[in-house]
């Protein structure tokens, strides 16, 4: 992951790939996104048992955000 101070320096990256444009969220998605129980309570000793339950509310997160599109879709193995 790396932050930037702005879109605009994102895509004036040398590494910048559009591709990956769909990949770009601003701080305020980003800290809604880790917020979720997926990274918050992942040092609860039951946390494998809810892990299925913390990526549903993940994917709900990340729709909420649209980002629904190709980049943010698992690769298939």
Known sequence: ?????SEEHI???ARFDPATAE????LPDLVKLFSGSYFRRRLDPDWVSHSREYVREMVTTLVELGKTG??????KP
């Open 70 to 75: 190709p980049f943010w879709k698992r690769p």
């Open 1 to 5: 992951m790396n932050l930037f101070r």
């Open 11 to 13: 895509r004036n990256w």
């Open 23 to 26: 990949g770009i969220l601003s």
